[in-house]
């Protein structure tokens, strides 16, 4: 377990750090960081805040790790990527960064490189994945080397992005029951929102497995990570294809809302198109009536206002007769 001296950040940049001996985790402090290093059975995980300049000319110039996997956990790039050294792993993966008050789901960045005694993780903005790593270290996770590492590091990251599927998933049914059962629709900015999101996790997804493909294939992969980084592989093709589907309910949605838009318009050129067939002849009657040439029917007559009336509805429901013989107006 994690003694309470280890809650808090042990130093400006380094926000935790611990040394796992004996499957006990012992926090990092400064004095070990300047100088201390592991014992040869133990293995070492700090996590680092970009933000902070100390931590970035720490990584840059006392980290030991080989000078390419320095130079990506320090770049400013924000594209998935991967360099391999001397049998040190280094990655730059897309997390979900940890929200506050608004709510909205951000894609951040995570840094982190793996070597047989030593695993380092940068990020600029907090990222949920990082708290998942906190608790369970706290609820006794081991660590005893690079494997165990990096698949609490990616598993942590494949829970978070799980959790946002189901949530996303859960929307998407309710959206869609309110549309079938009351005919309401979802709001437009909200849609477009998650459609986004959708997007957005997408090229997360395959981003993430091109670099695993890439490790496996290409790169002189460390032999420990290969187990965890094959495994890491499957869990995104999974999520992945759990997305797919939900983007496909999230399609037939659509469809189903256009659908009706469609009907309620056709529905509204009916009833305009009815009613104009209804006014035409009344139309007529009273434009001829409203001439005032010479020699109109009933200029004169007391009773020539009432029965010009009488013709124009007697003409709109002649129409209407013969619209509903021709079956025009339905019942």
């Given at each position: 377990?994690?003694p309470?001296?280890?809650?808090g950040?042990i ?11 004996g499957?006990e985790a012992?926090?990092?402090?400064d004095?070990?960081l300047a100088?201390?290093?592991p014992?040869?059975d ?8 970009l933000?902070?300049?100390r ?9 030991p790790?080989?000078?390419?996997v320095?130079?990506l956990?320090?770049?400013a790039d924000?594209?998935?990527r991967l360099?391999v ?6 990655f ?5 960064e940890?929200?506050?008050d608004?709510g909205e789901i951000r ?14 993780t ?7 994945s990082a708290?998942i790593?906190?608790?369970?270290i706290?609820?006794g ?16 990251m494949?829970e978070?992005?799980r959790?946002i599927l189901?949530?996303m998933d859960?929307?998407v049914?309710?959206v ?5 059962k009351d005919?309401?629709a979802?709001?437009a900015r909200?849609?477009?929102?998650l459609?986004s999101l959708m997007v957005?996790?997408h090229?997360l997804f395959?981003g993430?497995?091109a670099?695993?493909?890439?490790l496996?294939e290409d ?6 990570l ?5 495994r890491a592989?499957?869990?995104l093709?999974a999520l992945d294809?759990?997305l797919?589907?939900i983007?496909?309910?999230?399609r037939l949605?659509r469809?189903?809302?256009d659908?009706q838009?469609?009907?309620?318009t ?5 009833i305009l ?7 035409m002849p ?7 009536f ?7 029917p009933?200029?004169?007559?007391g ?12 003409a709109?429901?002649?129409v ?5 013989l021709m079956?025009?107006i339905?019942?």
């Open positions: 377990m994690i309470d001296s280890a809650k950040a130093q400006p940049g380094l926000i935790w750090g611990f040394d796992f001996l499957g012992r926090p990092v402090g004095v070990d100088s201390d290093r014992r040869p133990g293995f070492r995980w700090l996590h680092f805040n933000a902070d300049q931590s970035q000319r720490w990584i840059a110039g006392s980290a790790l080989p000078a390419s320095r130079e956990l320090v770049s924000v594209h998935q360099a050294e001397d049998g040190v792993a280094g730059v993966l897309e997390d979900v940890r929200d506050f608004d894609v951040g960045v995570v840094r982190f490189a793996v070597g047989p005694d030593l695993m380092i940068a990020r600029l903005h907090p990222l949920r708290d790593v906190r608790q369970r706290a609820a996770a081991r660590v005893a080397d690079a494997a165990a590492a990096a698949e609490l590091q990616l598993g942590a494949a978070v992005l959790r189901v949530d859960a929307t049914q309710q869609e029951d309110a549309l079938l005919g309401r979802p709001d909200a849609f477009l929102t459609r957005r996790l090229r395959s993430a497995r670099v695993f493909h890439r496996e790169e002189p992969a460390p032999p420990a290969a187990a965890g980084v094959v592989g499957h869990r093709s294809a759990e797919l589907s983007q496909s309910q999230l949605l469809e189903e809302l659908l838009a469609t009907q309620r056709n529905q509204n050129l009916y198109s009815i009613l104009t067939a209804l006014m009344a139309t007529l009657v009273t434009g001829l409203g001439m005032n040439t010479g020699g109109l009933w200029a004169h007559a009773a020539g206002t009432a029965v010009a009336t009488v013709l124009a509805v007697s709109s429901a002649g209407y007769v013969a619209l509903r079956g025009f339905r019942r």
